[in-house]
C-alpha cells in the first residue's frame, strides 16, 4: 500500500549548474531501469533507459549511472534549466522472461526546482 | 508516435457513485495496458494488469470488486470505481505497451485522470 505521511525529496539548483537525481531500488532481480519526469497534474513522461548490462548511458543533457552492487540508480542533468523542474521518478521492471514488461516499480521520487 | 489518451482528465463525484475512466491508445494497439494510482505529493503505484480479452490481473491489496477494469478491444482500457468514497479520491494513469515493441519508448502513460470524491 501507499506510504501515508511521506514527503518527497527536494533538490534545488540554479539555472545552468548540473543536478544529480538519487534512486534506491529495491528489486536485485531488475534488469531494466527508467528515469521518469513528471510535471504537475500530468503523467509520467520518458527521460532515459538502462538495462542492467550497462552502468552508463548518455542521452541529450541527462546521463544515468547504474551501480548493481548497492542497487543504486542517478540521473544527471547538464545545464539545468527552469523547464527541467518537475517530479522525477525511478522505475524498475523485469524484462527477463518477458512477463512483466511494463509492470513498473516506481521509486519514491524528488522534486527538483530550477532557479533562473 | 504512441499516444494514450486518458478521458476524463479531472472528474468530480458524489460519494457512493460509480466513475468510469477509459483508457486508449490513438496510434497503435495494446494487448496490455497498466492502472496506477497516485496519491499527491507520493509516486506511483501498479494496481492492476489490464488484458485485452480476458480477465485483469490485481495487485496484492487492490480490491478487484472496487476497481473494475475492461480490456475490450485493443485500444481500450477502462477502469471504473465503484461506490467511491473520499479515500478514492486520487489521481489515475495508465500505460499502454505498444504490441511487438520492446523497450521504454513504447511504453507510454496517459496524462491522468484526476477523481475527486465528494
Known amino acids: 500500500g501507499e506510504s501515508v505521511g511521506l514527503h518527497l525529496p527536494t533538490l534545488s539548483v540554479q539555472e545552468g549548474d548540473n543536478s544529480i537525481i538519487n534512486c534506491a531500488y529495491s528489486n536485485s532481480a531488475s534488469d531494466y531501469f527508467i528515469w521518469y519526469k513528471q510535471e504537475s497534474g500530468k503523467g509520467p513522461q520518458f527521460i532515459i533507459d538502462?538495462?542492467?548490462?550497462?552502468d552508463k548511458r548518455q542521452g541529450q543533457r541527462v546521463t544515468v549511472l547504474l551501480n548493481k552492487t548497492v542497487k543504486h540508480l542517478s540521473l544527471q542533468i547538464a545545464a539545468t534549466q527552469p523547464g527541467d523542474s518537475a517530479v522525477y521518478f525511478c522505475?524498475?521492471?523485469?524484462?527477463?522472461?518477458?512477463?512483466?514488461?511494463?509492470?513498473?516499480?516506481f521509486g519514491q521520487g524528488t522534486i527538483l526546482t530550477v532557479h533562473p | 508516435g504512441a499516444v494514450v489518451s486518458q478521458h476524463p482528465s479531472r472528474v468530480i463525484c458524489k460519494s457512493g457513485t460509480s466513475v468510469k475512466i477509459e483508457c486508449r491508445s490513438l496510434d497503435f494497439q495494446a494487448t496490455t495496458m497498466f492502472w496506477y494510482r497516485q496519491f499527491p505529493k507520493q509516486s506511483l503505484m501498479l494496481m492492476a494488469t489490464?488484458?485485452?480479452?480476458?480477465?485483469?490481473?490485481?495487485e496484492q491489496g487492490v480490491e478487484k470488486d472496487k476497481f473494475l477494469i475492461n480490456h475490450a478491444s485493443l485500444t481500450l482500457s477502462t477502469l471504473t470505481v465503484t461506490s467511491a468514497h473520499p479515500e478514492d479520491s486520487s489521481f489515475y494513469i495508465c500505460?499502454?505497451?505498444?504490441?511487438?515493441?520492446?523497450?521504454?519508448?513504447?511504453?507510454?502513460f496517459g496524462a491522468g485522470s484526476r477523481l475527486t470524491v465528494l
Open positions: 522505475a524498475e521492471n523485469i524484462l527477463a522472461g518477458g512477463t512483466s514488461y511494463g509492470k513498473l516499480t
Open positions: 500505460s499502454a505497451n505498444k504490441w511487438g515493441g520492446s523497450g521504454a519508448n513504447v511504453l507510454t
Open positions: 538502462i538495462r542492467s548490462n550497462m
Open positions: 489490464s488484458n485485452e480479452g480476458s480477465k485483469a490481473t490485481y
